[in-house]
């Protein structure tokens, strides 16, 4: 990965459970959500995964969690699409690698930004190690590799 103050920026697409985690709760998740606040390194999504996060963040179940921190899910997608690059999905066929076909969208938004690597916690995605040259690494291994305590 590159780093230095003159290098360009990591690019990284974020999968939706490691945006959600990060936005809503402590760990490694959200020291990543706060690198990519502090321009630490660039957010690139797809309209696909926007309305993913949109839908997933708008579960009954995290209603709790958003309203104690004065959240909605229009406000976090807003703040997403403000931060984010948004990039048209590469035309992908099926990988024979790829376990989940839910996961296609991750990879295609991936491959038409070429990003240098694919967060997420998916264990499905994090068992292919790697896509078309990209790596597939959880938000603790980004952190490492961008020189960010995880903790």
Do not use: H, Y
Request: net charge negative; proline share 7%.
């Amino acid at each position: 990965m590159k780093s230095g103050s003159n290098a360009p920026l990591v690019k990284l697409v974020v999968d939706t459970n490691t945006l959600i985690s990060g936005t809503l709760w402590s760990g490694p998740s959200s020291r990543l959500i706060d690198a990519l606040e502090q321009g630490r390194a660039m957010l690139v999504l797809s309209a696909d995964l926007l309305a993913e996060f949109a839908d997933v963040v708008g579960r009954p179940k995290f209603a709790s969690r958003l309203a104690a921190q004065d959240l909605t899910p229009s406000k976090l997608v807003a703040a997403l699409v403000r931060q984010a690059e948004v990039v048209a999905p590469a035309p992908l066929p099926l990988p024979p690698s790829l376990r989940d076909p839910k996961d296609l969208i991750v990879l295609a938004a991936a491959l038409a930004a070429r990003v240098d690597v694919i967060v997420t916690g998916d264990d499905d995605l994090l068992s292919m190690k790697s896509f078309e040259g990209i790596d597939i690494l959880n938000a603790r291994q980004v952190l490492e590799k961008l020189g960010i305590p995880a903790a």
